[in-house]
């Protein structure tokens, strides 16, 4: 069955930068597109980027734009998830989607 697991989260200060993966396996990774969504407390769950098949179509949230960078590794089965100039409302749980499954999520704390 599908499985993503997601690692790389952390703490860090403001203005820090923190590389996210998302490991996927149980389906053919390199034919589907990939998703980050985040969910801060108290807030729903958002979409954050998406990256195509082959890595040719990418997409960010407005949030993000311009500070994120979603990759994708095909031979690895790996996504990533490239976050710089961290504020702290990036503070959030980050979840890695495929094929209506969802990962385990990995926090990630923006904070001096």
């Known amino acids: 069955q599908v499985q993503l697991v997601e690692s790389g989260g952390g703490l860090v200060q403001p203005g820090g930068s923190l590389r996210l993966s998302c490991a996927a396996s149980?389906?053919?990774?390199?034919?589907?597109?990939m998703r980050w969504y985040r969910q801060a407390p108290g807030k729903e769950r958002e979409w954050t980027a998406s990256?195509?098949?082959?890595?040719?179509?990418?997409n960010y949230a407005d949030s993000v734009k311009g500070r994120f960078a979603i990759s994708r590794d095909n031979a690895k089965n790996t996504m990533y998830l490239q976050m710089n100039s961290l504020k702290p409302e990036d503070t959030a749980v980050y979840y890695c989607?495929?094929?209506?499954?969802w990962g385990q999520g990995t926090q990630v704390t923006v904070s001096s």
């Open positions: 989607y495929a094929l209506d499954s």
């Open positions: 990256i195509s098949r082959a890595g040719d179509s990418i």
């Open positions: 149980g389906f053919t990774f390199s034919l589907y597109t």
